[in-house]
């Protein structure tokens, strides 16, 4: 008897500490990107600072890993980069999704939320979802984020629509008042309301439709960024998400309407990748810098990503400015300064002229690498990562074309046709002084690739194995010169 409890505890003990040694070490999962520590998610919802901490919600399935029971999941961080998953803060109810929203922290208590005098509410400005509606809801929090009491007045905002979501509410400093963009998907628009006290709300006015109106609109953020080298100025960015992709427009907000400021034809993307969406930033950190996180994923194969017992990752956190390229705005984004905490010892790779391929002297499957390259007219060039027994991952240059690209179809891409299907994603790119520069960040089935001081950035996710970790450079058709190859290896955030 005795004997047979000992082999038993042996045998559970033993299969709790693989458990413990393989939960957030399995194939693909990242180690410096945050994912829930199980289960679907997908939008970065309510960014907030408070006292010292980085609140990060999102869309979440508490009960199973592919889309549904949408409730808001809750991560929190002191620096960005290292996160505290914590229990689910928003929970579906009554047959009433949590889609996504922002949160706002409430420093003068408009909302009558505080518990005590002194005290600074939390509150969550959400879309209550069912098949046939969707209004715009509050939760509150008097803990630092932890519980959340649903408002008794829901909803605060019902224009009897199935389709309207997605609100996105910040503190207006020269009014004094709350303004909401949020979404009217099948319209192509986003509209604006005012409020003193985040529960009633009026009209103020409509933006769109605009730019790419392919898909619905989704998930709008406005915000104030700053104009590279122009301390203390500022331009209004709004972004919005739709079919698969982002776009930004920078104009002014006047506390009523959104402008444009160079209305054109031209579609300003924010990630030429195959998977970034639905980002919205912190807008209200120490020092007003917005900071960006987007959602790793394609709505298009979403839930059938070969991951498990989790599903989808956030972004790297990106600082946001804009400057101005040939009379046209154009928005800068840059991973936080911190993330380089998380480097090794510098590896470097000696310059090179190459018209072939060439594996470089360092491996990995969670590292960030530099280099930059200077094409002769009609060279393909580039580097491929996650090298292996199934392939490769490449990121090119095309001269001839002036296209900067990802490419995962040489990758494992059998477990999803649509997946299979957008191989390749890319965008134009003029070299400056002859030169490309690439700053790659590679985290097991995350690419994250940042380009012409961070105008250009490309996100794709890619399945493979952490045998595949060779990195070689390539140069098709004529000669390439690469130069300043230096690589780390980044320290896992678990
Ligand atoms: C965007 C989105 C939002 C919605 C949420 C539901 O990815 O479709 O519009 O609120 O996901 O999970």
Known sequence: ????????????????????????????????????????????????????????????????????????????????????????????????????????????????????????????????????????????????????????????????????????????????????????????????????NLMQWKKLSDFGPRGDTSGVWECPDLMQVPIEGEAGKTKWVLFTSQNSTMQYFVGEFDGIQFLEDHPSTTIHKQDHGTDYYAAVAYHNTIDKQPISIGWVNNWEYANAIPTKPWKSAMSLPRKLSVKKQEGDWVLVQQPIGALTSLRGPEQHAADKNLKQNLLLPFSGSSYELSLQMQSQPNAVAGIRVAMGAYGYFEIGYDSKTEQIYIDRSHTVNDFNKKYAAIAKSGTILKPENGKI?????????????????????????VFSEKTEKYIQLFSDGAATQFKNIRFWQMKSIR
Do not use: C
Not at 38 to 50: E, I, S
């Open 1 to 196: 008897m005795r004997t047979s409890i000992l082999i038993v505890s042996l045998f559970l003990f033993g299969t709790i500490a693989a458990q413990k040694q393989t939960l957030f070490h399995e194939t693909y999962r990242p180690q410096f990107h945050f994912t829930p520590s199980k289960n679907w998610m997908n939008d970065p919802n309510g960014l907030v600072y408070k006292n010292g901490l980085y609140h990060l919600f999102f869309q979440h399935n508490p009960f199973g890993n592919v889309w549904g029971h949408m409730s808001w999941g809750h991560a929190t961080s002191k620096d960005l980069i290292h996160w505290d998953e914590l229990p689910v803060a928003i929970a579906e109810e009554n047959g009433i999704m949590i889609f996504s929203g922002s949160a706002v922290l409430d420093k003068n208590n408009t909302s009558g939320f505080a518990n005590a005098k002194n005290s600074q509410p939390l509150v969550a400005i959400y879309t209550g979802h069912t098949d046939t509606l969707q209004t715009q809801n509050l939760a509150f929090s008097n803990d630092e984020g932890l519980t959340w009491k649903k408002y008794a007045g829901n909803p605060v905002l019902n224009l009897h629509k199935k389709d309207f979501r997605d609100p996105n509410v910040f503190w207006y400093e020269p009014k004094q008042e709350w303004i909401m963009a949020v979404s009217q998907p099948n319209e192509h628009q986003i509209s604006f309301y005012a409020s003193g």
């Open 437 to 461: 520069t690439l700053r790659i960040f590679v985290d097991a089935s995350i690419v994250e690739v940042y380009s012409a001081d961070g105008t250009v950035v490309l996100t794709a996710q």
